[in-house]
């Protein structure tokens, strides 16, 4: 396929992506878009020219400040939004070409937070990564926890301060231990640490007391968006046992703006590591599972202003898949909701270069890393900006999710 609009063979926003976001000018309120390279079809406009009338979609869904109403309308609908969407891109006669209300410069437009998210878990999916954090803080030759390899591990996080792409954060303050210390001290956290995750959007309820099948849970992922869930190893450290994660983690993640639907992503899909020993039946699973998704991090420090990639990883990589994660998340009878985010757990992969923290880059702090600038981290500096990045490429064919970039302030 080929777009009458010009799109660089490196834009992740393909004419075989097309993702949904919520975005606003100064001339227009939050609305869905979708991005096609540098540009943002605006649905409410083309809503306007009765480009969807056969659906018969209420012009508030998408003149709207999430995408949760759309989502609501089931795949069989949003599917065909983003079909048609499709076909009038490489449609020389189409609608939008000769309509310039429906077609706004990317750099113009301010983007939101895509989806009104009701409740948000946390996994810890990556067997690397686990198996770095056993041996940095556990025993190296038994690195994994008993039940690790049997379910996927996950807590109950905190949706409030998830946030989008391009805000900022101030360093978070709590307890810390010290070490040679007895008693713990306030103060601001000296080892601020990204995690380079992928979320997903849930896209379809489930009731209470149902359970969610591996075959059926596809139904239940609407897209996917890169995430970084943004710890404060220090406080963390003090507070996690017995019960977590808390106030090491909840100050904020950061999410990118633009939904990559499952459609799109579709044609990446990969074989996932083998998994020994068996899962219960209820986690098994037919088919290709994983996805084929180059991952990068890097850190900007704002005095020199010189990007350094610090990590290179795949989420091919991921241990326990969605559909797992999803099974196992209702197998309780737990309900899921639509908006609801889920997180894969940080990304890690075989090589040094590839550990999706800087907990595991720099061996928890033991291990300076060297920026192009020739300064180095072991943690996040004040005023350090994180960007971390996405895509997919196969025959020529790019879909990609953008950026997650947020900047470090200090503390208030």
């Known amino acids: 396929m080929k777009s009458w609009l010009k799109v660089s063979s490196k834009s992740d926003f393909s004419i075989y992506n097309l993702p949904f976001?919520?975005?606003?000018?100064?001339?227009?309120?939050?609305?869905?878009?979708?991005?096609?390279?540098?540009?943002?079809?605006?649905?409410?406009?083309c809503n306007s020219l009765d480009l969807f009338k056969d659906l018969h979609i209420e012009s508030y869904v998408f003149k709207n400040s999430f995408l949760n109403n759309f989502i609501e309308l089931g795949k069989g609908i949003t599917s065909k939004v983003r079909e048609i969407i499709q076909l009038e891109l490489i449609n020389e006669n189409s609608l939008i070409k000769h309509n310039s209300n429906c077609i706004i410069p990317i750099n113009t437009v301010e983007m939101h937070l895509p989806?009104?998210?009701?409740?948000?878990?946390?996994?810890?999916?990556?067997?690397?990564h686990a198996s770095n954090i056993g041996s940095m803080f556990r025993d190296p030759s038994n690195p994994l926890l008993p039940n690790w390899k049997h379910l996927p591990v996950g807590?109950?996080?905190?949706?409030?301060?998830?946030?989008?792409?391009?805000?900022n954060i101030h360093?978070?303050?709590?307890?810390?231990?010290?070490?040679?210390?007895?008693?713990?001290?306030?103060?601001?956290?000296?080892?601020?640490?990204?995690?380079?995750?992928?979320?997903?959007?849930?896209?379809?309820?489930?009731?209470?007391?149902?359970?969610?099948?591996?075959?059926?849970?596809?139904?239940?992922?609407?897209?996917?968006?890169?995430?970084?869930?943004?710890?404060?190893r220090d406080i963390q450290k003090w507070e996690y046992v017995p019960l977590g994660p808390f106030l090491g983690k909840s100050f904020a993640s950061s999410i990118s703006p633009w939904v990559v639907t499952m459609e799109a992503l579709d044609p990446f899909r990969v074989a996932g590591p083998i998994q020994e020993p068996n899962v219960l039946d209820y986690l098994k699973f037919d088919r290709l599972k994983n996805y084929d998704i180059n991952l990068s991090v890097s850190i900007t420090p704002e005095d020199s202003n010189i990007e350094s990639i610090v990590c290179n990883s795949n989420f091919k990589y991921m241990y326990w898949n969605m559909n797992q994660q999803i099974a196992h998340h209702t197998v309780n009878g737990c309900n899921l909701n639509v908006g609801?985010?889920?997180?894969?757990?940080?990304?890690?992969?075989?090589?040094?270069?590839?550990?999706?923290?800087?907990?595991?880059?720099?061996?928890?702090?033991?291990?300076?890393?060297?920026?192009?600038?020739?300064?180095?981290?072991?943690?996040?500096n004040d005023m350090d900006t994180v960007i971390m990045k996405g895509y997919c490429e196969?025959?020529?064919?790019?879909?990609?999710?953008?950026?997650v970039k947020s900047k470090i302030l200090p503390s208030t």
């Open 21 to 45: 976001g919520i975005f606003s000018t100064n001339k227009k309120n939050k609305r869905i878009g979708v991005a096609i390279g540098d540009h943002v079809i605006d649905l409410h406009a």
């Open 394 to 403: 196969k025959n020529n064919i790019r879909v990609g999710f953008g950026e």
């Open 171 to 232: 360093r978070p303050k709590g307890q810390i231990m010290p070490l040679d210390s007895e008693t713990p001290i306030y103060s601001s956290s000296n080892r601020v640490d990204f995690e380079l995750e992928m979320g997903y959007i849930i896209g379809k309820n489930s009731s209470l007391g149902s359970s969610i099948s591996t075959t059926n849970a596809e139904d239940y992922i609407f897209g996917k968006v890169l995430f970084n869930d943004w710890s404060a």
């Open 115 to 128: 989806v009104n998210i009701g409740d948000y878990t946390d996994f810890y999916s990556s067997i690397e």
């Open 340 to 380: 609801d985010m889920m997180a894969s757990g940080t990304i890690s992969g075989h090589t040094k270069d590839s550990y999706g923290s800087m907990l595991e880059l720099s061996w928890g702090g033991k291990n300076p890393i060297e920026l192009k600038d020739g300064s180095t981290r072991t943690f996040i």
């Open 155 to 167: 807590y109950h996080g905190r949706a409030s301060s998830i946030i989008v792409s391009g805000k």
